[in-house]
């Protein structure tokens, strides 16, 4: 149970203001949604590798790798729906500077989504004007 409490921490608790906790707390959870990102990269090669559409194999992965950022962003979505719940408004201090250091797991994972699906965004489309 202690394992689970600490994953609990990690994920729902915003309460964190010491500085080498709060580093921490970002190491573990960007490491835990960049497993839930290689899983759902996997899952989707795995099940969608044979629905090629007509393109080659590395035009595919990276359409993959596309579709996986894109359900890992859902999957981050509907953590954030639970992390207000579990939480509640009230624990939302926009105006407070330490609540920024609280949520900062949560800012870097969605900052780094969105780089992730442009940097893969321009690769593809680069991809797809150097075969045609």
Do not use: H
Request: proline share 2%; charged share 15%.
């Amino acid at each position: 149970m202690q394992f689970l409490d600490y994953l609990y921490n990690v994920l729902f608790d915003l309460s964190e203001l010491d500085i080498a906790s709060i580093l921490q707390k970002t190491v573990v959870f960007l490491f835990i949604w960049g497993l839930v990102f290689y899983l759902v990269y996997f899952l989707l090669t795995k099940l969608l590798f044979a629905n090629n559409a007509g393109l080659q194999r590395d035009q595919l992965l990276k359409l993959n790798q596309l579709r996986a950022v894109i359900a890992t962003v859902v999957i981050f979505c509907v953590y954030l729906f639970f992390l207000i719940k579990f939480n509640g408004l009230d624990k939302f201090q926009w105006g407070e500077p330490s609540f920024y250091l609280s949520i900062l797991p949560q800012l870097l994972t969605i900052i780094g989504l969105v780089v992730l699906f442009n940097i893969n965004y321009q690769s593809f489309i680069k991809k797809l004007k150097t075969t045609r």
